[in-house]
């Protein structure tokens, strides 16, 4: 299998090298996480990303030992290019480049979350503030939303609180669905993976 020929630069939000992740699907293990990539969107967009980018290159190498020069640069150019900007996604036509925020994609997920039936939202939850005799409570802004963004793919994990009585494994296919197509509707980008936490029920 060939091997990627030239350093990417830069890590990922998350503080993981993109080289190591390169490398990673280069090997053809993109879907072997380990402990932090199974939590992590940022690390997920990107393996999904770079594996994309990199397919024409494998399926080269399957019929031959070594992929043409050409191929590889272009693979390796195109993901030092996604590297190179990981606060944004991008969708590319005929026309240009259209460059998404991760912040828009958590700001949309958060929404379309908040809007799935048993899931608690804005100013109806009190968390704990602080500690000690500072403590305080404050109205939780509703699901607790990261996205990672790597091209035109994202990753989206959300941490909730769940209506008591919840079937919570169907609560958690409905909000990946609603959330999946939304995103995908609204900005173009792949949602390859919707990360669902439930971390309360709340009666
Ligand atoms: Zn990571």
Redesign the pocket.
């Known amino acids: 299998m060939t091997s990627p020929a030239a350093p990417t630069e830069g890590r ?1 939000a ?3 090298e993109a080289d190591a992740l390169v490398a990673q699907v280069a090997e053809g293990h993109a879907e072997r996480l380990d402990d ?2 199974r939590d ?1 969107p ?2 997920q967009a990107a393996l999904a990303e770079f594996d994309r980018l990199w397919a024409p290159v494998r399926a080269v190498s399957a019929h031959r030992p070594q992929a043409p020069d050409g191929l590889l640069d272009e693979a390796l150019r195109s993901i030092r290019g996604v590297a190179s900007d990981p606060e944004f996604g991008s969708i590319t036509d005929a026309r240009g480049r259209t460059r998404i925020s991760a912040r828009v994609v958590e700001a949309l997920a958060r929404h379309l979350a908040s809007r799935v039936p048993g899931v608690r939202v804005a100013l109806t939850r009190l968390v704990a503030a602080g500690a000690g005799p500072e403590t305080s409570l404050i109205a939780d802004p509703g699901p607790d939303v990261v996205a990672g963004v790597a091209g035109g793919s994202t990753v989206v994990a959300i941490t909730l609180a769940a209506d008591y009585g919840e079937d919570l494994v169907d609560l958690g296919t409905r909000i990946r669905a609603a959330v999946a197509d939304g995103v995908r509707a609204s900005t173009g980008l792949e949602p390859v993976a919707v990360l669902v936490h439930v971390d309360d029920v709340l009666l």
């Open positions: 990922l998350c503080g993981r932090h990539q992590c940022y690390c």
